[in-house]
């Protein structure tokens, strides 16, 4: 069940959502999907690595599982950045199974920083000031979307 205040984010969101640089998201996806798979790769470690009360999340997975599923799932994303409901949809589903698989709301944090990181690195000289706005400020928004989507229990 989703409250009143929940709703209230969700219906912002939309609005956040009209509002992330498209144009720079789709171009600097589109110069670093080359080395996804190794972008992954080292996030996942770095992650782990940075945040270890994070690792009982990931224990029981097949990470090279999951390294795919988060490719698709950044994949899907940059695809319906054109498609904001569609978006959002993708995105409040996503936080209700990051919910269930027991993901706590500060997690996001970790993870946008570290993701930042790692794409930074993997971009070098093409990760300018704009790209790092645009990526951070889509994070922040798929983030609070996906912590909203967190069902009352």
């Known amino acids: 069940m989703i409250d009143p205040t929940q709703k209230k984010i969700l219906e912002e969101s939309t609005n956040e959502l009209l509002s992330l640089d498209i144009e720079v998201l789709e ?28 690792r009982p999340l990931f224990s029981h997975l097949d990470m090279v599982q999951q390294e795919a599923k988060m490719i698709h799932t950044i994949e899907v994303v940059i695809m319906s950045l054109r498609k904001p409901d569609q978006l959002l949809e993708v995105i409040k589903e996503l936080g209700f199974r990051h919910q269930g698989y027991g993901a706590k709301p500060e997690d996001f944090e970790h993870v946008n920083k570290t993701l930042l990181h790692v794409m930074s690195e993997f971009a070098a000289k093409a990760w300018t000031a704009e790209v790092e706005n645009a990526w951070e400020i889509a994070l922040q928004t798929i983030s609070k979307i996906m912590i909203a989507a967190y069902r009352k229990k």
């Not at 996806?29 to 080359?34: C, E, G, H, I, Y």
């Open 27 to 54: 171009k600097s996806f589109t110069l670093l999907s080359p080395n996804f798979k190794s972008i992954v790769t080292h996030f996942y470690a770095e992650l782990l690595t940075h945040y270890p009360d994070m």
